[in-house]
T-cell receptor
Framework: GAVVSQHPSRVICKSGTSVKIECRSL??????MFWYRQFPKQSLMLMAT?????????EQGVEKDKFLINHASLTLSTLTVTSAHPEDSSFYIC???????????????FGSGTRLTVV | SQKIEQNSEALNIQEGKTATLTCNYT??????LQWYRQDPGRGPVFLLL?????KEKRKERLKVTFDTTLKQSLFHITASQPADSATYLC?????????FGKGTRLHILP
């Protein structure tokens, strides 16, 4: 089945530094990828939608200069948290949508998440 | 704006019984609805999708119903086992993306 690899699974960084998270579709092509964040005991909140080769679309309230998204190929999207602060500590999850929408779940597959801790 | 509500934050069920989780939505007429399982520290894993023209969908011990008049989906796990303990998320596609309900934390008690 479709697999999305998200790396790293855990990262600790110092306040003020930047962190990059990678999301790769391993066995399918994804023109569209999504980034979510999840606080403890809360649901996944969509941050942005990225389309290969174009600028990401951010949800209301998400700072585009803070959360830089690059979707340079059909199998890779990256999220960079710039000038990280402790309040950015969260669980970040990516999702890739297969070009082929005929799969059982309309092509959506999720990564296993990245736990970011800013100290 | 579209709203998804899973009205039970947590649910305790005795092993062997049927667990029933509820998902309600407003301001929306989805073409389909999905259910996911999420374990602590992990991403969501797809379980079932039900389309608007389907009343019921089954997969092993799982059953999902979809009532577009009530704007509600029910998710059932029959013969529940402790390994079924997890958070279950209802998800909708309001237009080329997936949005989630808050989830229900299900605890199956041995």
């Amino acid at each position: 089945g479709a697999v999305v690899s998200q790396h790293p699974s855990r990262v600790i960084c110092k306040s003020g530094t930047s962190v990059k998270i990678e999301c790769r579709s391993l066995d399918f092509q994804a023109t569209t990828m999504f980034w979510y964040r999840q606080f403890p005991k809360q649901s996944l909140m969509l941050m942005a939608t990225s389309n290969e080769g174009s600028k990401a679309t951010y949800e209301q309230g998400v700072e585009k200069d803070k959360f830089l998204i690059n979707h340079a190929s059909l199998t890779l999207s990256t999220l960079t948290v710039t000038s990280a602060h402790p309040e950015d500590s969260s669980f970040y999850i990516c999702s890739a949508r297969d070009i082929d929408r005929s799969t059982t779940n309309y092509g959506y597959t999720f990564g296993s998440g990245t736990r970011l801790t800013v100290v | 704006s579209q709203k998804i509500e899973q009205n039970s934050e947590a649910l305790n069920i005795q092993e062997g019984k049927t667990a029933t989780l509820t998902c309600n939505y407003t301001n929306y007429s989805p073409a389909y609805l999905q259910w996911y399982r999420q374990d602590p520290g992990r991403g969501p894993v797809f379980l079932l999708l039900i389309r608007e023209n389907e009343k019921e969908k089954r997969k092993e011990r799982l059953k999902v119903t979809f009532d577009t008049t009530l704007k509600q989906s029910l998710f059932h796990i029959t013969a529940s086992q402790p390994a079924d303990s997890a958070t279950y998320l209802c998800a909708l596609d309001p237009g080329d993306k997936i949005i989630f309900g808050k989830g229900t934390r299900l605890h199956i008690l041995p």
